[in-house]
């Protein structure tokens, strides 16, 4: 009879990471150690306080990527950063996904907006390729699924560049077709009847400068509600456009808005392909401008996925259970 094969026992193995103050630590640990619980879960180590550090203890492989990673993150707090437990599960999951992947790359793109202390940092390699694109290029498409940081990121940029007076405006557009109402229907002025459909963009703004800063800026024209139907016949210079939700964008629309772009200026375009509230058999300006520009190589276009989505973290899963019967992928 044979002797029953016996399974390889997975080798355990325990490090110990030296961190400095007692600031760092706590940084790195998080409230009431939050952090370290949240990679505890996620890896099934054990990690606790020692004499001089901080102890990891599992299976070697986990153990290993566990210390890679507090070890890049402690690195990034005394060179400044900042980090919550949204911050440590994304590294985590780079570092799943790149066991060679440098964080550092990832958190030293920081975007300083002028007068205010805090820094708007991307939080995804795409991010950071997004804002390095904006950065380069004078026409950016950035194409993806809600929560991937599209809009925030363009306004960002654009803010940054009219507070450092490389533009003298920010034109803001939006397709108003979601709620199937016309403007002539809505109360109010201009601004008022496209408010709601620019709120996404306005609390980006409201994130980056305070309440009274925004209403100077828009009261003077520096920033400008300009809705997508009153934009044909203009020229707009020396300007940062972005036009978001361009999904719903006609194809004779998207052209119009494209071709306004004056000298000194720059357009960001972002949208969802899976979101198109057009009428049924119209074709999306984003899916035609998309196709119809592919050859031009000074126009920029980021790609998002759901391993983009910064928002709640179950928002990546919604999104990648739409997209699998989409795809006809479903059980």
């Given at each position: ?8 026992t ?6 110990l ?6 600031e ?16 505890e879960?996620?890896?099934?180590i054990r990690i ?15 153990v ?9 993150l402690?690195g ?17 999951n ?5 066991q060679?992947?440098k ?7 920081q ?11 991307p ?5 950071k ?17 809600a929560g991937?940081?599209?809009t925030?990121?363009a ?7 009219l507070l450092n ?8 557009c939006?397709?108003a ?8 229907f ?12 620019l709120?996404?963009?306005?609390d980006?703004?409201?994130?980056m ?5 925004a ?9 400008e ?7 044909r ?8 456009c ?6 719903n ?8 808005f ?17 979101q198109?509230?057009?009428?049924r058999?119209?074709?999306s300006?984003?899916i ?5 520009l ?8 980021v ?11 179950l928002v990546?899963?919604?999104v ?9 992928l479903e059980?």
């Amino acid at each position: 009879m044979k002797a029953k094969q016996q399974l390889p026992t997975l080798e355990k193995i325990k490090k110990l990471l030296p961190v400095g103050s007692a600031e760092t630590s706590t940084k790195l640990c998080g409230e009431q150690d939050e952090h370290l619980r949240l990679l505890e879960k996620a890896l099934d180590i054990r990690i606790s306080h020692a004499a001089g550090g901080i102890s990891l203890e599992g299976q070697d492989s986990d153990v290993a990527l566990g210390f890679d990673l507090l070890l890049q993150l402690n690195g990034l707090i005394e060179r400044g950063a900042l980090l919550n437990k949204h911050d440590i599960e994304r590294s985590l999951n780079q570092l799943k996904g790149n066991q060679h992947f440098k964080l550092e790359n990832l958190f030293q793109e920081q975007i300083k907006i002028n007068g205010r202390s805090r820094t708007i940092v991307p939080k995804t390699p795409r991010q950071k390729e997004y804002v390095d694109t904006i950065r380069q290029r004078d026409l950016v498409f950035g194409v993806g699924p809600a929560g991937t940081g599209k809009t925030y990121l363009a306004m960002t940029m654009a803010v940054q560049a009219l507070l450092n007076k490389d533009v003298k405006r920010i034109v803001l557009c939006r397709p108003a077709v979601e709620a199937g109402e016309k403007l002539g229907f809505l109360p109010g002025d201009m601004a008022e009847k496209v408010n709601p459909y620019l709120r996404p963009l306005y609390d980006a703004l409201h994130d980056m400068v305070d309440e009274t800063k925004a209403t100077e800026m828009l009261e003077k024209g520096h920033i400008e509600v300009a809705p997508l139907a009153f934009m044909r016949g203009r020229t707009l210079a020396d300007s940062f456009c972005i036009l978001d939700e361009a999904q719903n964008t006609t194809a004779g629309q998207m052209k119009m808005f494209l071709t306004r772009l004056g000298q000194n200026s720059k357009c960001v375009v972002t949208g969802d392909p899976t979101q198109i509230d057009l009428p049924r058999g119209q074709l999306s300006g984003l899916i035609d401008a998309l196709h119809v520009l592919r050859g031009i190589a000074d126009i920029g276009v980021v790609q998002f996925d759901e391993t983009d989505v910064v928002r709640h973290q179950l928002v990546a899963k919604i999104v990648v259970a739409y997209n699998r019967r989409r795809d006809g992928l479903e059980d």
